[in-house]
């Protein structure tokens, strides 16, 4: 369709069969671009001296011999032990495939907020750095992206055919587009997640456990018997009780559209029924001692819990959930599936609006998407080193040492499945984001320009107060009237009604 479009139009004819090859794929490893790449080596080399070229045809530059160097500054356990032996296999692969040498930055967890801020803010140097939606849109009103709208189809031709529209929908400011959505779990799906010998030993129907009102009095049995905390949070509390409802950009989770409200009534979520009696029975849970009485001040949960809420997929129990608990878990969905703005701008990529080469920052993003084989090497490491290719084409982790997060970097759709894995995951994330109710306001993004100022000061307000909400210190209807009145001195009626003049004109009322 659009890539036919493309093709017919001549924009792409020449780079297309050097970067689609795997596109699609669901991890199959004969998909990948040709196996080990010829040559490489020498292009890498040259690149200190190859800092012109930058042409918005990837097969320029690949003709010519010369190879421009692109930075992508992104989050991970910090730099890789292996990373200058990885980065000279990345280097020979991509440097003949488009032209590039790249040089990476990996921020580690801790440090992100801050470090991430310093880049952005005082126009470091780099070309790609990795976002999501807290900081999307407040980066893009400072002028940090290049608008990659225009720049889309000629140069991430691979990822226009891989990802729906719909994702595009998402990431769209002032239907301009800033940043590449990495096509993974994009909708969001919450799982409880608990411990299987505690189901088997009390005979816990899960199914019907799936609100925290019907939660009650189990995580009361659960108290008294094992003398331990049914629901250990850190400062963040149960924060998935909010994703019923769209932040339409506000970048705050007091305010909102409810995901299915095709009124489209701008809500100050707090006050909400829902929202409310959650807030409640969340404050007679701490009262209880069910929520460990350290939650408003922790920065970090723990590694066991006996129930929690996570997003991600069935599968994810045993692949994820329960290794790094060092446990068998059980899941369950609790919610519907959702597609918002905010599931979609969970993992984002972003383009320097300084870069001197952002076609060829595209044109990365999309090998990286779309190429197995340069998928897997961001995803897994180091082939080798951090993996090897099993005889029937999958991966075989030889540690856990590899330090990029997976998530990060592009479409989960093109990984290569483990060999321990005994389906293909990805196919079921897939389902879940084809089956996804949209929200209603899919790309919708609230342009605060007019109220900048109240609504960070909103924030802030906010933020003091949320610690203490989210994990039931605090009485919410005590507490919920007095944020409410600190909201309306700071300008929270401004906010409101300019949130809902503006989804009123992009719902056509």
């Known amino acids: ?3 036919k479009r493309l093709l017919a139009s001549g924009l792409v004819a020449v780079m297309v069969s050097g970067m689609l090859t795997g596109c699609g794929g669901g991890g199959d490893n004969t998909n990948t671009t040709g196996g080990t790449s010829t040559g490489g080596s020498d292009s890498t080399a040259s690149t200190s001296e190859s800092q012109t070229g930058g042409s918005s045809d990837a097969s320029a530059s690949t003709n010519s011999g010369e190879i421009v160097n692109l930075k992508w500054v ?4 910090g730099m890789p ?20 040498n790249l040089e990476m930055e990996v921020i580690p967890w801790g440090d992100w907020d801050n470090r991430r801020n310093i880049v952005v803010s005082t126009n470091e140097p780099y070309d790609i750095i990795f976002g999501n939606g807290n900081n999307y849109v407040a980066d893009i009103n400072l002028g940090a992206y290049a608008d990659i709208t225009d720049l889309l189809e000629a140069n991430m031709p691979g990822l226009m055919e891989l990802m729906p529209d719909k994702y595009w929908d998402g990431v769209r400011v002032k239907d301009r587009i800033y940043g590449v959505p990495t096509y993974k779990d994009s909708s969001i799906t919450n799982y409880a997640i608990w411990d299987k010998e505690l189901v088997d030993e009390y005979s816990l129907d899960i199914k019907s456990l799936i609100t925290l009102d019907s939660m009650t009095e189990t995580f009361e049995t659960l108290k008294a018997d094992k003398n331990d905390y049914p629901v250990y949070v850190k400062n963040d509390g149960l924060y998935f009780i909010f994703d019923v409802y769209d932040q339409i950009g506000g970048g705050t989770q007091i305010l909102g559209v409810r995901y299915d409200d095709k009124e489209g009534r701008v809500c100050f979520t707090l006050e909400e029924q829902d929202i409310m009696d ?10 209880k001692g069910i929520i460990n009485p350290d939650a408003a001040t922790l920065t970090e949960g723990r590694v066991y819990n006996m129930w929690r809420v996570a997003q991600g997929w069935e599968s994810a129990g045993v ?3 329960g290794p790094q608990m060092g446990k068998d878990v059980v899941v369950q969905q609790i919610e519907k599936t959702i597609l918002s703005n905010e599931t979609v701008r969970g993992s984002l990529n972003m383009v320097s609006i300084n870069t001197k080469y952002p076609e060829k920052c595209l044109q990365l993003l999309d090998l990286v998407n779309c190429d197995t084989k340069l998928r897997d090497l961001f995803y897994y490491g180091e082939e080798g080193v951090n993996f090897e290719y099993t005889a029937d084409g999958k991966v075989h982790k030889i540690n856990n040492d590899w330090a990029l997060a997976g998530y990060t970097q592009g ?4 990984v290569t499945t483990l060999d321990t894995d005994e389906f293909n995951q990805w196919d079921e994330v897939k389902a879940l984001n084809e089956a996804a109710e949209s929200s209603v306001m899919l790309g919708f993004t609230f342009d605060t320009t007019s109220v900048s100022d109240q609504l960070a000061n909103c924030r802030e307000i906010w ?5 203490e909400v989210m994990t039931g210190v605090q009485d919410p209807e005590v507490a919920v009237p007095k944020i ?8 929270w009626q401004d906010v409101m009604d300019e949130a809902q003049r503006q989804v009123d004109e992009f719902m056509g009322k």
């Open 484 to 491: 409410k009145e600190e909201l309306l001195k700071a300008g």
């Open 74 to 77: 992104t989050i991970g356990n």
């Open 463 to 467: 933020m003091r107060y949320r610690s």
């Open 278 to 287: 959650q807030l409640k029975i969340i404050h007679e849970w701490n009262k």
């Open 319 to 321: 692949t994820s959930w």
């Open 411 to 414: 479409s989960f759709f093109t």
């Open 81 to 100: 032990t292996n990373y200058d032996s990885w980065i000279s296999t990345v280097n020979a692969y991509i440097g003949e495939k488009i032209g590039v």
């Open 1 to 3: 369709m659009k890539l």
